[in-house]
Nanobody
Framework: VQLQASGGGSVQAGGSLRLSCAAS????????VAWFRQAPGKEREFVAA????????YYADSVKGRFTISRDNAKNTVALQMNSLKPEDTAVYYC???????????????????WGQGTQVTVSS
């Protein structure tokens, strides 16, 4: 599966961005999908996920209530709607998908086999 992330950019605090992740070579509805982010000098961290089994969504506490993950099966894409952005949301955002059946791996990069190239999000104060 190849993933192509897009939609990043620069925005002022309080603004919104919508990231999109287009999949090819596979169907996203068959996988768990997630977004991670990595700021300079920091480890990659979990942002949001959608699990195939049950259709449950998961969010990092830092983005809960502001970010929403969604899928469009017809377009074979995954989106991340980001509202009320803060300077601490600045990072490179990566989409990922995988087939792990281990629930505890939902928030871990180890649970995902395929990764997009990343898209930069910069939030200024």
């Amino acid at each position: 599966v190849q993933l192509q992330a897009s939609g990043g950019g620069s925005v002022q605090a309080g603004g919104s961005l919508r990231l999109s992740c287009a999949a090819s070579g596979g169907t996203v509805s068959r996988y768990n999908v997630a977004w991670f982010r990595q700021a300079p000098g920091k480890e990659r961290e979990f942002v949001a996920a959608w699990r195939r089994s049950g259709g449950y969504t998961y969010y990092a506490d830092s983005v809960k209530g502001r970010f929403t993950i969604s899928r469009d099966n017809a377009k074979n894409t995954v989106a991340l709607q980001m509202n009320s952005l803060k300077p601490e949301d600045t990072a490179v955002y990566y989409c990922a998908c995988g087939a792990s059946t281990i629930l505890s791996q939902t928030r871990s990069p180890r649970g995902y086999h395929y990764w997009g190239q990343g898209t930069q999000v910069t939030v200024s104060s």
